[in-house]
Nanobody, 126 residues
């Protein structure tokens, strides 16, 4: 599976950004797709993911502000980020794994995720 993320950038606090990830390769319906992030000096954490059955999981810190969506016809997964805060500043990665929603639950489990995109930087200024 190849993953190509786009859409990062610089935005002021309270603003919005939309990240997109184009996936290609294997039968993507067999994979969960989602987003993770890593801020400087911090461990990578999950942000929002879809399971294979389209169950969603959100990190508590982004609930009500971020929305993940998936277009199976276009093999894309997007992350709409609203009401951005400086603490959302990080490199955002899209990921794919058959057990993604399980492996999203801890940094240790996330090390087992099979496929990662290249990352896109999101910077939120105060």
């Amino acid at each position: 599976v190849q993953l190509q993320a786009s859409g990062g950038g610089l935005v002021q606090a309270g603003g919005s950004l939309r990240l997109s990830c184009a996936a290609s390769g294997r039968t993507l319906s067999n994979y969960g797709l989602g987003w993770f992030r890593q801020a400087p000096g911090k461990e990578r954490e999950s942000v929002a993911v879809f399971s294979r059955s389209s169950t969603t999981y959100y990190n508590d810190s982004v609930k009500g502000r971020f929305t993940i969506s998936r277009d199976n016809a276009k093999n894309t997964v997007s992350l709409q980020m609203n009401s951005l805060k400086p603490e959302d500043t990080a490199v955002y990665y899209c990921a794919a794994d058959p057990l993604l929603i399980t492996r999203a639950r801890s940094s240790e489990l996330s090390r087992e995720i099979a496929y990662w995109g290249q990352g896109t930087l999101v910077t939120v200024s105060s």
